[in-house]
């Protein structure tokens, strides 16, 4: 019986990939541990998206080999790379891991790894000093509501990919190459799976693509031109699915993340506002509020656009928390950009928010752009921003005080609430004695920055921390 072992590396997105890994190795009849030193086969799933997470990826792929190295009775256990970086990289890759990897698999052969690991062990590799590589040029996968999957969260939270891919010309994102062109689950296999995981005891539902708003659009006959914010008042499958979600028996909140703000419309913000399951949180990844910025980035909205969405969405669904990104040190950024991002923030005080530091990605179109920003510019950009995200952060966290609000317990004196999506918002620190997995109500009394306290008088938080590697 073959055991194997996978470390799961990147985004949510990347982790349900692990799932569908998992499922089909059970379903062949191996046997997955969590142990690598153990494993006959180790499969990394790895990220690319940027170059700090094609460097994790690389150490993990190093550190794997090197071990096994180390052991002597251990030598046969065979590397597998998966994921997006084997998607993006893998013929150059071949060359350069050609001693430490035995197979690399792309993102359409996920259902296919237990034949393909079969496949390795019936034929060594001989005097061939190169990996078997099984990429495919063009992802074109998708998954189905029975599709053989095992989750990785705690039983209490899942992801949903509702669509994969993604047709946006963002000159700094490298996705679409990766994943291929945006490509929708039908309203009917989304609800389908959201009904079982319910079934098991899921109280959150996290929907997950690279553009979540676009679900459905690719399947309209005459769809809007991808370039242009969608028509205000038309709905869209989301708001069919989000609909269709909120109706199913149960306690559970339904968690929308990765929207694109060119895509949001007056009909979803109304359908969420009429929702009661759906979360009062938003991901919207925003990017930069310059116009020139905007434009440079091709981000399909401009300054005034994003200012006026922001206001609709707030205004449209009371007590909503929206969490957003920017990039700062894009290519031909200058210092006045700069000054508005920041003014922007500091007016729309966001109560969620990430910045990223531009990343020269090869093959974007940002990469070859004029006028790059030194690193130590970027840097000093990057602190300034989230400097003042802090301080609004306190600001948000401090308004919390004295108010009773529902949260999710993930594990002992540890929670998150409405406003908080897992691995990547705050935390709520409360009593251990609250019951892992269960919705509760409790009192805020305090805050450190981004996290709350709801904690009996004495009781000190307990860190929280987040396994990468599969169980």
């Known amino acids: 019986m073959i055991k194997v072992s996978l470390i799961s590396l990147g985004c949510a997105k990347n982790l349900v990939d692990s799932e569908i890994m998992i499922g089909h190795l059970h379903q062949a009849g191996m046997v997955v541990i969590p142990d690598a030193e153990k494993a006959d086969v180790v499969i990394v799933n790895t990220c690319s998206f940027i170059d700090s997470s094609k460097e994790e990826s690389i150490s993990h792929i190093l550190e794997v080999h090197q071990n096994r190295g180390l052991r002597k009775r251990r030598k046969e256990q065979k590397l597998i790379v998966a994921g997006c970086m084997s998607q993006r990289f893998s013929k150059d890759l071949s060359g350069e891991l050609a001693h430490e990897v035995d197979a690399f698999i792309g993102l359409d052969q996920i259902t296919k790894v237990a034949p393909i690991i079969e496949g390795i062990y019936a034929k060594e590799r001989g005097a061939s000093p190169v990996p078997e590589n099984f990429v495919t040029p063009r992802s074109t996968y998708i998954p189905d509501y029975d599709t053989p999957r095992f989750r990785l969260t705690p039983k209490h939270f899942a992801y949903i990919k509702i669509a994969e891919g993604c047709n946006h010309p963002c000159t700094f994102c490298i996705i679409p190459q990766i994943r291929g062109r945006h490509r929708s689950r039908t309203v009917e296999s989304v609800v389908a799976e959201a009904r079982q995981l319910v079934k098991e005891g899921v109280k959150e539902l996290n929907l997950i693509s690279q553009d979540t708003t676009f679900f459905g659009m690719d399947t309209w006959e005459q769809r809007p031109n991808p370039r242009t914010p969608v028509d205000s008042t038309r709905g869209t499958a989301l708001t069919t699915l989000l609909r269709q979600l909120n109706a199913i028996e149960g306690d559970f909140w339904i968690r929308l993340l990765y929207t694109h703000p060119a895509h949001w419309s007056d009909e979803l913000i109304r359908t969420i506002a009429e929702c009661p399951k759906v979360a009062r949180y938003i991901d919207i990844p925003l990017q930069h509020i310059s116009d020139p910025m ?14 006026d969405l922001i206001r609709r969405i707030r205004a449209g669904i009371p007590g909503i928390a929206v969490r957003t990104t920017f990039i700062v040190g894009f290519p031909g950024e200058t210092e006045a950009d700069v000054d508005e991002l920041c003014e922007f923030i500091r007016e729309t005080k966001f109560e969620r928010l990430g910045v990223f530091r531009y990343s020269q990605e090869e093959g974007t179109r940002g990469a070859k752009m004029d006028h790059q920003i030194p690193a130590k510019v970027k840097e000093a950009r990057w602190h300034r921003t989230m400097a003042l995200q802090q301080e609004i952060a306190r600001e948000v966290s401090k308004g919390y005080v004295g108010r009773t609000i529902r949260i999710l317990v993930e594990e002992p004196g540890v929670a998150r609430g409405e406003a908080d999506a897992p691995d990547i ?47």
């Open 294 to 307: 905007l434009e440079r980035m091709q981000r399909e909205t401009s300054g005034d656009y994003i200012r």
């Open 425 to 471: 918002d705050g935390r709520v620190y409360v009593s251990r004695e609250l019951p892992v997995g269960e919705f509760v109500d409790v009192k805020i009394n305090s805050f450190h920055d981004y996290d709350l306290l709801a904690l009996p008088t004495g009781q000190q938080p307990v860190v929280y921390k987040i396994a990468k590697q599969a169980q």
